[in-house]
């Protein structure tokens, strides 16, 4: 894993992000160097990238492209990229706070808690982090009955209570001065949990998930079953776009101002065959 591109979104310079990425390179491979990266960007001069850093040329839009293609973005590495360019090249002061503005909003998307083995107990209890999520966005004012009876379904009161109590200590949510709650950071990151730890939260969700199919109006909840037959090929694109709607509606949650409910969101496919061999063509 490339660190400098790991944490790209902290870099306010896109020069010195460029410059700690070649030196990182650099030392990760004895192959690279500013000719070799050059020559994949598709940049004439090899030299190129070399001047950017020196602050001796600015990135054009096909540049950032070129950039973007050969250090392989993912869509939101490659907005904030854009984004920290056009901040750092402005020339105008609304240009520049326009460029911010982005360069904020990207960050807001992207925040992330990473979870440690102690807080794998996070994932423990269904309503962990519905509970999360009500007690940062409801007007509950203390009273651990009415966070409990705001859960669906429905929780005790004790297990409210022990929920926030629990969410405090992990560092996932604290009090503010005026008594409410606010979340440390907006994202939950569990990519660093055993998978075996997620199992049975995974498994009480989708029970979950069927009730709500069964039992609610269709106003208040999305379904949709859907049986194909493609290539893998067919199914890598379907992963693919639906990951994009997945980090899309992410970011729009992330700066939703005017938080209604909690809800939980499952996009699932998966193989109801063995995989069919087709007969040789003679």
Request: charged letters at 30%.
């Amino acid at each position: 894993m490339c660190i400098a591109l790991e944490h790209l979104f902290d870099y306010d310079d896109f020069r010195k992000f460029l410059q700690d990425y070649f030196e990182e390179q650099k030392k990760m491979r004895a192959v690279f160097s500013h000719r070799f990266f050059a020559a994949k960007a598709g940049f004439s001069s090899s030299s190129y990238c070399l001047n950017v850093i020196r602050g001796r040329f600015n990135l054009t839009p096909k540049s950032i492209e070129k950039i973007a293609k050969a250090m392989e973005f993912e869509p939101l590495q490659k907005a904030y990229f854009e984004a920290l360019v056009q901040y750092n090249q402005a020339h105008q002061v609304n240009e520049r706070e326009n460029a911010w503005e982005q360069i904020v909003q990207i960050r807001k998307q992207i925040e992330f808690t990473h979870l440690t083995s102690k807080e794998q107990d996070y994932f423990a209890k269904w309503y962990y982090p519905v509970v999360r999520e009500a007690a940062v966005n409801s007007n509950w004012n203390g009273d651990y009955t009415v966070l409990a009876r705001i859960i669906d379904p429905q929780i005790t009161t004790d297990e409210a209570r022990e929920a926030v109590k629990n969410l405090e200590a992990w560092g996932l949510i604290r009090k503010t001065e005026d008594g409410r709650y606010e979340e440390t950071s907006q994202m939950v990151d569990a990519s660093g949990v055993a998978p075996i730890a997620l199992r049975q939260i995974r498994r009480e969700y989708m029970q979950h998930a069927i009730g709500a199919v069964e039992s609610k109006p269709k106003n208040e909840r999305f379904a949709a079953f859907t049986t194909l037959a493609m290539s893998e090929k067919s199914y890598d694109y379907a992963v693919e776009v639906l990951e994009e709607a997945r980090k899309k509606i992410i970011a729009r949650a992330a700066n939703d101002l005017e938080v209604e409910r909690v809800y939980e969101m499952m996009l699932v496919a998966f193989p109801m065959s063995k995989k069919m061999e087709k007969e040789a063509e003679k």
